[in-house]
Nanobody, 125 residues
Framework: QVQLEESGGGLVQAGGSLRLSCAAS????????MGWFRQAPGKEREFVAA????????YYADSVKGRFAISTDNAKKTVALQMDTLKPEDTAVYYC??????????????????WGQGTQVTVSS
């Protein structure tokens, strides 16, 4: 089993920045994909960004491209999501997830086997 734990959420004004982190523990794998998703009240969980654990290929949702950046710290087994120029519509619970299928960068929730509990991000206008 793999455990994922997010941290770094909070309240920020529009235009501000936050950095989320996700720590992985438990069973280890040589290669996989880490993703960030978010879910706003009354909406479905949506893809935000993803990165291959080794190789570093990244992929972003159009809504965050140019404002968010995903990165990994292989030694610490963490994945970070740097969020800049935040907007009120970025308000959501943010989840990190792990996909064991290294051959793809999935954007669908069903493609990810492991999930964290989520961290709240609130952007005030």
């Amino acid at each position: 089993q793999v455990q994922l734990e997010e941290s770094g959420g909070g309240l920020v004004q529009a235009g501000g920045s936050l950095r989320l982190s996700c720590a992985a523990s438990g069973r280890t794998f040589s290669s996989y994909v880490m993703g960030w998703f978010r879910q706003a009240p009354g909406k479905e969980r949506e893809f935000v960004a993803a990165i291959r654990w080794s190789g570093g290929s990244t992929y972003y949702a159009d809504s965050v491209k140019g404002r968010f950046a995903i990165s990994t710290d292989n030694a610490k087994k963490t994945v970070a999501l740097q969020m800049d120029t935040l907007k009120p519509e970025d308000t959501a619970v943010y989840y990190c997830a792990l996909d064991l299928n290294f051959s793809r960068i999935g954007t669908m929730t069903a493609q990810y086997e492991y999930w964290g509990q989520g961290t709240q991000v609130t952007v005030s206008s």
